[in-house]
């Protein structure tokens, strides 16, 4: 019996704590992994403040990957990421992107443009501790195809 209060007690301690979303603080570079007609593989490397004062886990998680011209497919974490409490960390993560059919043209496109909009829009499934939650994301950023290019030599 003491056992369940302490289990409803533990749980009640973390529901009544604040969240604050952590804060990007800078974008370290992106390597290029395999590239195919339906998959494209990389992995991004960031630095990001975690203010609270416990860790936070990103689960893997799918978002829909899109521009101003439709959707390009669909972007998978393939690892667990973890954030250290009140610290900054530089997260490493594996990713790929699910290509849509006959899209491999429409990116080559892209490659004659100096910026293009991209938009990542789903769920992204996080945590804390063993209590896990599904939080909406929808994010834009503008990008140089330029600075993808896998071919590139710095």
Sequence with gaps: MRSIIYFFGGIFILSACTFQQPAFKSYEGVEMGKMDVSKVSFTVKVKIHNPNWYALKVKPSSLDVSTSDGKLGTLHLDEKIKMKGHKE?????????????????KMMSFGFKDSVKINLKGDVRGGVFFISKKIPMEFSKSISPKDLNPFKRN
């Design 89 to 105: 960390t530089l997260i490493v993560a594996p990713m790929h992107v699910d290509l849509e059919k006959g899209i491999l043209m």
